[in-house]
């Protein structure tokens, strides 16, 4: 209790002191006359300003200035007596918006008024604009947006209803629109067209310019296809590369879909293989490639651009290139010869081609060995190591031709 | 004073001279390579740049150089100011030099009381092994100057305790605060081993001034002494603890308050030496070098009663520094201290503690005793003979540990760092951080150049990421050398690199390419010093501010300030002294230890007999030694021997070598052999390395042989198992392999073209420091995540989804997702790795699977593996149940590895695995093919992901056969498909699927499905996905 009783004693007697000697001061100053001398109440940003006041009382005087950058005191420059002369600093006077002034002295407001900074009359240029997204798709229904804020040279924003006029130009169009400054900015959609290709955008207001933009349009959802092929013969040799092609894919409006997109060839084959090769479009072509099989084939073959876009169906056939090969075996059968395997022409076929042989013992499969042809032909060894003396069953199994030996007894 | 005499020391003088000669000129060739020296540098750096401030960003996301006394960094930054940071090292290190030279001079002084043993004491310490080792190899700077500047220490401690004039006490003082400035280890040691047996030894001469001789002394005398000098020992014990504690306070608070938690790290000194040989000779041999032979003279000596203390040190430094060879090490230091201890220093200390000794030996061989007694018994020729081999040894030893860094390089080829530093300087590539790969040591010279920051760093005892202490990592940068702890830790810093700011991998080990790749990063470029710089797509730049662990104004200024006052007041005290001494001419009296010399005379006959005995002994076991390493070396003596001296040689790419054990009756040609070797490639040639090979032999006759070759391959994706047969024949008496096939296939076209799209990003299109203009920034690429779902699988939890890229660009995608609680509390957040794939063409779809990667072993009692795999996985504990889950999927555009040549030209489904060859339709080599296959459930909805690395490469118009098991995912529990939290690059999927593809057709045929019998699912579908090492 008692502590609280002495601080507001203090605080009491502080405040009847504080106010008495301002009492005196203010009773003193309530002469003074101020008059305003020549100046204007609007300016346009970046102008000089000058204040000029005629006071009576030879006494210091201080502008306050208020403004939505801060608060500044300003002391006299003028070597007048009576004469006030302030100048108020750039970085005020460049900035749009209302300055509130107070003459004051000793605390004391003599005066008070406002002034008015419109934006300056010089505009930058480029005009500040942004654009975005600048990739879009055909169709009319996607579409960029042009942000444009006009500002004068100190970067204040142009008053409202100022004149934009945003352009763009699509192959020979070239449209212009007006448009008003609203809240500082002005805006517009531009919709796409139904063609791919490149919109160029730029803004004007009053001589001064944007810089130029660039809407990218790509074409749209890519419509269904056809498909074709090609082939150097219709042989399962397993070494030919055939190609799948696509027709040009376009979107509905007809434009041909961007370069890079990607289009999966799937094959479905007569043993329900799912195959598959991929290429991506150039010109709205897409290619794959693949390998011949290496037997007896039927392939039925789609085109797909995943969930957006497919094919027809086509089918084709591949014949079987080797209709048969030799085996021999060794005296004591653990040399298995095999060819040389010969191909449609009864040429020798290309190295490369896999040759299993599968050894059973049972029924049971013992070991799988896969060999490559050279010249047409494969030898495989049957070492003691793995296969002790006894009777076995031996497969062999080569561009779809299986054969098949029982009973074989290895020595 | 005992040096300035009225005769110089021409032994002394002759010592510093060859030694600074010596030292001061191979510096330059070595110093640079060695693990330490540049680890030095970068410290120094630090406090050359920043001298009071103790944290450091550069390394570890921010650590403190608190972890280490600070005075050698010092003062090579003191000394930058002058020459530069190397011009700081050289000096420094020539200046440990001279310090440790007149250190064991003053040592041998003390030991022996005779200035020409010391002398020779310093002549041996010049070329002593374990100094060269340390300095050359190890480029240990503080603990060569803490232990010279101990031995300075030495006398004065004996003298204050013998004579108790406060003079010595406050020069001993003085030098042991620089001791503890330099070294933390050393003072705290060296009181243990150097100081308990010098205070031994005083009382043993107090005792001996009272008894009249040694012999006399017996327990109640020496006692008696004890309790005498016990008020001057009790000062000195005092004194110098307050001296180790407050002369590097700062460094004690920092390991209270980061008390190292790390899990150990191995060093090469905890190793069984005689199962690691070359950790013995690094550690055992080289530093004891030709002491050894003298091993019977020097304990002897030192268990001369009155060495007896320093005897005892000796022997416990001799059995610590034998490592892991017998348990008795890790009893004495229990597991703890065992395990974090670097057990090299024992040996160091062991040998410099016998060097006064070995000195005595040179001295009473060269012109003492011994020599009489020699030439007395054998005749002079056999001492001229002996005194031959004895130099001729010492000499070899030395310039053996000197060329060691030069034939069996540490480190590897010196980098250029400029084309680096200019890389980080450019363009704000600074603002992210970055991680040299294959870099060793050089990377703390490449992070002393530049202010760019790195998440790795090269003192590990200041790790602070949990990702690095829970393992033992010692760097990210040589990962590969530590198993599946490095690889793992590697992996998830490259996984989740936003997480760290990491943007940039430079990369000088292609080692780590494919896991850079698989991971989702691209490259950049290759600078003009052949490194590759990697770069990852939508990594954040650090923040502007980053938090630090900041200490009190007092500790900073003690940090800065007492190490140098430390060196000001020793030189003050210590040198300046000299000079008024040596102003003076007064004659002065030998220090008290003068006293206690003794004169050589009457070698002992058993000792030269025991000696003699000793040498032969190890000559024996010398040459037993190089005969097992010759069996064992021996490439074609055996089957065995021939196979795995083979691999060896393809393991190193040593192809000339791997033919040479090919069988030369073969019709294998060699330019046959090196063309077959040439254009194979793929992820177990080109990326791995042989981490074990166990030879079996099947079937053995005189001259033939077939061998099982089971190999084990460490690749930076997985660990790679696969067995090889082999038929071998014995020609002339050497063992020779018999050529294995080769890919025979003939692709149908020698020339032939193709059409491929290709893409060119600008960057910034002006050249300019602003940032790049709002028109440059290219429009992320939309995606669309067309299904997304969170498994159960047993206890870990899985997302699995399929996204597509539905803009017209390729696209970079990073798909991170988060895991959340019944009331959405946030789980964990982990980002895709390996199972998708990271860069798609308009259109191209991927299935992806985000596993939640732990941290691994963050439990101490946990298991770890003994055995390496990279692919190990550490799934995360979670606190919670997750219900939902949450995908932030952001695209960026790809120009870079988009090639989709790879058919799949035959997929067969048999029971539980897939059998299926993949080609090559386009026109690149595939490094490294990898399958993606997903499972589907019978409702057609995705399941599960699993991914699979072919081994070998597929070059264009070729085939690969590939085998793979299904999985059993009866155990799998789909918890929920909900997408409502799925955005892309910041917007809600739904809403990108409404605006960009209204028309999907999401009645397509499955084309891609392929129906199956599985367990727990009823559809397989099979991706490709290629690394290519070298594209165009």
Redo the contacts between chains.
Sequence with gaps: MNKTLITYSLLIILLVFGFKADDDQKVKQQRVEVQVLDFKENYSAGEKIELVFKANETIEYQLWLKSSYGNVLLKTESNLQDTLLFTVPSFLSKKKGVIHYNLISNQQAFHSGSLQISASHKKTEPLESYLGPTSINAGGKDYGMLTVLPTDEYDNPLEDSTLIAIEHQFLDIETSEELAVDDFIAWKNIFSYEKSGRILVAATSKEISSKEFTIDVFPSQAQNFNLDFRREHSYADGNQIMEFFTSTISDKFGNIISDGRVVEFSIETDTKQQLRTTGTTINGIARGYIVHPNAFATWTVQAFIPQMAESNTIALQFDQAVKDYPIEFSSDNRKVKVGPIRSFMNQILPDGAAVTLYIYKDETLLEKIVKSSSQGKVHFKLSEDFFSSDIYTIEVISMGISKKYDRIKLK | MEIEKKTTNKYLISALLIGVVFHGSSIFFTLESTYDALIHLFFADHYASSWFEPWSYSWYTGFTVMGYPPLVHQSIGLLSFIGGLKFGLFTTAIVAVILFITGVFKFALLVTGRRDVAGYAAIVAVFSSSFVETLHIFGQLPSIIGISVLMHALPKIYLWIKTGAYVHLIKAFSLLAVTVTSHHVTPIFGMVFFIFPLIGMVIMDTAKEKSGSYKAVRLKTFIGSFLALLWRIVTFGFGSLLLIITCILPYWINTKNNPITQVPIPHGSRDNFLEVTSSGLVFFLIPWGIILFIMPYLFYRFFSKRYLFFGLSLTLLTILGTGGTTPIPKMILGDNAFNILTLDRFTLWASIMALPIFGEFCYRFVEGDIKDTLQHKFGSIYHRILGGALAGVYIFVCVFTMSLGYFRPSQPQKIKMLPILNFLKQDQHDHWRYLPLGFGDQMAWLSSQTNAMTVDGNYHSARRLPELTSRAVERLENSKFRGVEGIGSLQQFLTVPEKYNLKYVFSNDKFYDPILYFSGWQRLRQLENGIMVWEKLNVPPIPNIIPKQDVSLYLKLMWGLIPMITVVFAFVINIQMIWVHALKTRDHKYPEFFNFSIRYQNFKNYLIKLQHAWVVFLLMIITFGIYLFYIKNATQISAQNVVEAYYDALDFKEFKRAYSYIDPNSNKKEDQYMLEIAVTDGLLSSYAKMDEIVVSI??QTDTTA?VKTETFWITPLERIDKVFYHELVKRKEKWYLKPS?Y???????QLFS????Q?YNHGRRKISSEQTY??DV??QPVLEV?FANLIKNDTTYTVVGEI?NV????ADVVIKATLYTSENTKLVTYNAKDQMKHKL?????TSFRIDFEGIAWLDKNEQKPETFNPDEFTPISLADLPVTFNLQCAGNVATTD?Y?????????IEKNSLRGTL?N??VQEVTIPQLIISYYSKEKELIWIDQKYIREGIRP?R?R?FDYELKDLSQLEAISSDMENVFINGLPNKDVAY???P????D??D????PVNGKGYNYVK?EVNNYIGAPY
């Design positions: 099947l079937d077939r096939d890919d025979l296939d003939i692709p149908p076209d193709q059409n491929k799209t893409y709002h028109e290219l429009k067309l597509q803009d017209n660009v390729p063409m308009p259109k191209e779809n988009l989709k040549g790879l058919a799949i030209v035959e997929a067969v080609f339709s386009g118009q085939k056969f605006k960009v593809t028309n999907r057709r999401k397509q045929k084309y891609k499905l392929i099979i």
